[in-house]
DNA sequence: GATGAATGAGCCTTCATTCAT
DNA sequence: CATGAATGAAGGCTCATTCAT
């Protein structure tokens, strides 16, 4: 019995097996960065990985589920990075900024990640034209920072908007700085990031505040 | 002798051969819309516009000039929509409102192009992860962004922020809501538009106004 | 009824016909010179005459017809300067070496047909393996040669040999010339001529000859 | 990792995959010669190999270098015959009536290997119409006839002809001997081959000598 | 007579996947 | 567990040819 043929069977994976594992997504994230996912292809990936095209499938049920894994594993790591840091903002408003500094700070040492990621999502579409990778894995994101926003919004730092468009539009607006960092390799990465959390808490704080209170 | 090998010696085109270029660039958009750009083939795109594969190699150069066409069909067929109502507006401040609104509406009853727009922009890219694309054609919407922000600014309407940071959120925010609504069919999009709007309006607005004179 | 759909009923041509005929012919040897038999497509050739893709076909009956008259086309040049000078040897023995000089003197300012001619040879075939053309073409001219030959022998200026093996090798020696000719740009054409003319004398000058009374 | 990727490398091959190339190589010389290079498609060279088409593509890099594989075996394969012949000659001008009829006598039940050879010869071509088999092939060829000719002249059983224009005149007639066998299947072979070696004797041998010496 | 337009077959290649070893 | 080998579909593209205008 094949180890990627369960989808929810959830067998115990040897430690060899899971090492494999982690190395053929982390050739996968290396190829989709350099190459693009178009090109990103089994070939390629196990080239990266020194290894035999048969061992991914081996591994995986296939490439989808290779990407998913991808996916998965950038945004844990991503996740492990920067909740801690938001954890310790002294209140809902201020770890709006910290969120938005942490996520570029990481990034900045993980491009790989970033083309990664914006490669698969646009790449890897079902026919009916939903992407489903950023809804699926971006639903999460939403509820908890939505959740954060709440709070925010009833210990009255945070005024009373739309938490959902005020969470996509965050989402948004740091996936976009990303890609144009991206595109402008020489953009000065931190400072975008420093006004965006800017523009963000302006749209954020209360009617009264100014911005005094939470550099 | 044929159309597409003429590379930059823009010969006069018959009427017919525009009509020919405008079915099939109508085609290309439908498909990449359903079937995401990975899987919107040359054949595919035939098959939507009912004609024979060849008749797109016969009238475009390749599939690459085809998406070029694409991309700058729908991008002047919004700015057609867009700027003649941004310019409208009593004030910079209010153009900011009125652009994204604007859109929004425009996109509301054309979410094909919006999809094809994705689906090309992320779609196609060169090795380097560069996505030639998006920033070719981002650009001169950024100038022109940048412009009217520089502008309400020296009016004193606008604050002193980085006007670029500000283009790029904003332009990533409407993507984004766009990108949201794709995948959630019943989100309200004149509620977003309008709530986005009000997020962009503070925390582009100088520190002494409130929302007062914007409404 | 189109031109080109007559076999053998050879219709009259009015002037224009011929102009446009020939007019093909000469681009299309242009072509296949230029680029080799394989990438001589009817739009190139077109494109070399400037003009449109379908006048090709509607003045001949197909690419073969046209590389038809093509070949016909340089044979029937090549033998309008060749065979005058030919016929003023004053015997077959000295004949032998005038052809040799009379074809490379004529080939090293028409290149461009010989070049056409060898990519039509190899590159023309039936699927049976016969080149059509070359065998076509060639029985005329060995049959020429042979007679000549036959009347040298006769005479008792040419010793005994088999009159198609020496016909079949001058002409292949000959073939042989031009085709070192043209890829070796440099080599001088007229010295190899009059050492190839020296070979052949002395593989076909009676025994007790030498060399003194052809030069 | 597919074998044909590696451009330099040298991979060590196994054994099942040099019986796959051989036999893909063996098929495409069938396929040539049978239906000419033009028409010797991939799918066609599988289909007389009776494997499917992506084969050819996972051993091969491409339609380039197996062919460059076919010639390259071919053209060992008459060495392997012809030189061992030539070597036991008593002297160089016997060695030149060995090398033809050795080569006839390889050729006469090798017709295919003639004919697929022929085709490639012209099949491929540069633009720039130097065919780049014959050249890269020949070359070698010539520098050892080259060689064998001037060793002939030195001892003095050779005269002192242009040894290049020798060689390539003696190639040229062998070839033609063969191209006019292939067209005419019922021809004497050998018989063409015994004439055509009494031809280039007579066209070699010192002026003194007569044709006693090398029957 | 000539053209632009369209066709559809065929080309070489790449790819995800399967399978015997 | 891993590999090399094979498959067959699909990709973009070129081409000779046909046809209405």
Redesign the interface.
Known sequence: MEPGSRPSGRRKRTFIEEARRAQIVSAAIRTV???????ASL?RI??HAGI??GVISYHFSGKDELMDRVVEQIYSTIADFVLPRVAEAPDERAALRTHILAVADYMRSNREQL?AL??I???????????RY??AVSEPVYRAIEERLRAGQERGVLRD??VR??A??L???I???F??W??HPDHDLD??AA??A???D???RP?SA?SAGST
Chains 1, 2, 3, 4 share one sequence.
């Open positions: 960065a350099e190459a693009g996912y178009a090109n070939a196990a080239q035999s095209k083309l914006a490669g999502f646009n790449g890897v579409q079902t026919p009916v034209g939903a992407p950023r809804m908007f739309d468009v005020m996509v539009s989402q948004s607006a996936d976009g700085m890609a144009y991206v595109t400072a975008h006004e965006l800017e523009l963000i302006r749209s954020a009617d100014d």
